[in-house]
């Protein structure tokens, strides 16, 4: 008989990753596809959408092969959360490119809403700062830019959703379109105290609530599958949902406020599981849900900081400059010299994310001399992807009102040995590096096994845990403030505010 498994779809910035994960948490297959970036103007960054479902197919095919068909008890989803897709309700065609979460097209008007004063509203009402970063301006500019779009909206003939909401009502074949409240959260649409759509900031951004999707828990069988999605079967319940971070803070089983974890990749972002009522943030972290378990259920909330560029620089190091082969080839240039040399590398490449929050930042490398060579740029790539980190970590040690317990970790840069020392180092506590670094997409198949019984609790989820490493800080106190001090002159020479 076929062993039962849950597929979990992670849809990502550059990849959709597909898994089929057993009860134990064992990964039975695991597929991948790629997504292609669009730059159709400097700091613009767009998917087409279609592309992104058929990732998931292929990928889907790909994990099933790989498993040799198990029998597959629900469906769990995690996605690039602030990414916007615009679509016709009744051809399923989007009527312009997706707008990734990284694209800053709509900065200026960011700039002009805080002219305005609404600043402190949108913070109040949706626990974000106003950043070209989240979906409302994204939605705004797709209404006002694409031809005919605004008129299309009012008469009901459009759909918006992030990509969650997109591969459900893909997958349901349009008879579900819905949002989980972990990624309404991430709109500026959604107002985080009375967790409905806020009827104020729908009219700041002329935002009409008939392409709303129904916000949804994130443990809730909201539909199911179709015939003729390749190797998906059909009528298996589309049962979890999830952002990606959201997804990875519940599949590293931080559950417990003072439970925190890191995830790098493409960006960075720390959440920290503050329990059930929302923390304001007085650093300049972003309140948002972690997870709803039940529709009845009173959601748990976070503190999250995003860290624009993390991965990506080495990405950069490779594509842009040639620094590099392959990312793995960081952790040997970096352990070959001592320090930096004195350089430091601020990939501030799409300006700077918490605790600035500043949009017209820019990248720099700053203490170059004539003795500083290669080893010593990707060293400095690689602690600038701490720093950030660490930046984040020091605002929310202000703000949290619990104490940050414990810090678990993953995502691709996880893998690196050298970043996730220095980087223990810097925060001077231990970091917990688990054997599966998937943990974005068991988190999306555990939401989905407690929805529809395949996982019986919590506990029963716990028990597939297993660390691979823990990371023990050695620096030196004086180390730790120098290179602090080194880093935060660093920021200080990229900024514009």
């Not at 029998?71 to 679509?87: C, H, K, Y």
């Not at 990624?183 to 985080?192: C, I, W, Y």
């Not at 999707?213 to 059909?234: D, K």
């Not at 930046?391 to 940050?404: F, H, K, Q, S, T």
Request: net charge negative; aromatic share 8%; hydrophobic share 40%.
């Amino acid at each position: 008989m076929p062993e039962r498994a849950v597929l979990a779809i992670d849809q990502g910035t550059t990849g959709t990753t597909v898994m089929t994960i057993s009860h134990d948490g064992r990964i039975l297959g695991k597929g991948y596809a790629p997504v292609r970036q669009h730059y159709p103007q400097p700091g613009w960054v767009e998917h087409d959408a279609l592309q992104i479902w058929r990732s998931v197919l292929d990928a889907a095919d790909q994990a099933m092969a790989a498993a040799q068909g198990p029998q597959i008890s629900a469906i769990g989803i995690t996605n690039q959360r602030e990414t916007t897709v615009l679509w016709d309700r009744h051809t399923g065609e989007p009527i312009a490119p997706a707008i990734v979460w990284q694209c800053r097209r709509t900065a200026e008007r960011c700039d002009e809403l805080r002219a305005d004063g609404l600043a402190s509203l949108f913070q109040e009402r949706t626990g974000l700062v106003l950043d070209a970063y989240f979906s409302g301006t994204k939605v705004e500019w797709l209404l006002d830019n694409v031809p005919d779009a605004r008129r299309r909206a009012m008469s009901g003939d459009l759909l918006f959703g992030t990509i969650d909401s997109w591969l459900v009502w893909k997958l349901t074949g349009g008879a579900s379109h819905v949002i989980d409240i972990s990624n309404a959260s991430r709109t500026l649409l959604f107002d985080l105290h009375y967790r409905r759509w806020s009827a104020e900031l729908l009219h700041a951004l002329r935002v009409p609530p008939q392409i709303l999707p129904r916000v949804v828990a994130s443990s809730e069988v909201t539909g199911a599958t179709v015939a003729g999605l390749h190797a998906i079967p059909a009528g298996v319940p589309v049962a979890g949902t999830a952002g990606d971070q959201q997804a990875a803070l519940f599949g590293q089983g931080c559950y417990e406020p003072g439970r925190a974890k890191t995830t790098y990749g493409t960006g960075c972002f720390l959440l920290l599981n503050t329990g059930t009522s929302p923390v304001a943030s007085r650093h300049q972290l972003l309140t948002t849900v972690a997870w709803q378990l039940r529709p009845d259920a009173a959601p748990a909330y976070a503190l999250e900081g995003s860290v624009f560029i993390g991965g990506a620089v080495i990405q950069w190091l490779r594509d842009e400059l040639g620094l590099i082969a392959t990312a793995a080839e960081t952790e040997q240039l970096a352990t070959s010299v001592p320090d930096t040399a004195g350089v430091y590398l601020v990939p501030a490449f799409t300006g700077l994310g918490a605790p600035y929050w500043d949009q017209g930042a820019r990248g720099a490398i700053t203490g170059l001399t004539r003795g500083a060579g290669r080893a010593h740029i990707v060293r400095a790539a690689l602690e600038g992807i701490a720093h950030q980190v660490a930046d984040v970590v020091d605002a929310m040690d202000a703000d949290a009102g619990v104490p940050l317990l414990t810090m678990r970790v993953d995502g691709g840069a996880a893998a690196n040995n050298f970043l996730m020392q220095f980087q223990a180092d810097l925060l001077d506590r231990p970091l917990g590096r688990p054997a599966n670094l998937e943990t974005t997409g068991f988190g999306a198949a555990a939401l989905a096994g407690l929805a529809t019984g395949f996982w019986r609790s919590l506990d029963d989820i716990s028990a597939t845990f297993r660390v691979d490493r823990t990371f023990e800080p050695h620096m030196t106190r004086s180390d730790r403030e120098r290179q602090r001090t080194g880093w935060k002159d660093a920021v200080r020479r990229t900024r514009t505010v």
